[in-house]
């Protein structure tokens, strides 16, 4: 194994720990007028350098993604995670089924053989996350706080993905 290969993996495993478990995710996308966040259900399935998510057609985020595929993917949970990537609108019926669960018939107001459901990939980048559930670590930077030794690079890491 190359030791760029062995470094992605290692930063996939990282990101993979942190946002395990965090359900909901804020998805920003770029518009004419700005930037637009909203709150999306991460599918359960493992990190693998991609996030996958369910919406339809007819929304805005649809029609941004469209114009402006690049993206920011925030968690938050035991740990603060931003995730940059590249989105595309993926139209697949087996992965659609593979994703579908009761929660969103109430969220999307259709059901799973709706034709205008569509996934959002989200290709990663690069992630940039703040542990902040070690004990060790909190003590570290409260102290760093303290004595006004702190570094942005102690408080948190970005990984390219």
Do not use: C
Request: charge should be negative.
């Amino acid at each position: 194994m190359t030791t760029d290969h062995a470094a992605h993996q290692e930063a996939v495993e990282t990101v993979r720990k942190l946002i395990k478990g965090i359900e909901i995710a804020m998805l920003t996308t770029v518009t004419q007028e700005g930037l637009v966040s909203r709150p999306m259900k991460t599918q359960e399935v493992e990190f693998d350098g991609d996030l996958w998510f369910l919406t339809k057609e007819e929304t805005d985020k649809y029609t941004q993604l469209k114009q402006h595929p690049k993206v920011n993917v925030s968690y938050v949970g035991d740990s603060y995670v931003s995730v940059r990537g590249t989105a595309e609108v993926v139209n697949d019926r087996a992965k659609i089924d593979q994703f579908w669960n009761a929660a969103y018939a109430k969220f999307l107001h259709t059901t799973s053989d709706d034709p205008s459901l569509v996934l959002i990939k989200v290709k990663a980048e690069a992630a940039e996350y703040w542990e902040t559930g070690n004990l060790v670590k909190m003590v570290k930077r409260m102290f760093s706080q303290l004595t006004g030794k702190e570094t942005e690079a102690e408080l948190n890491k970005t990984v390219k993905l």
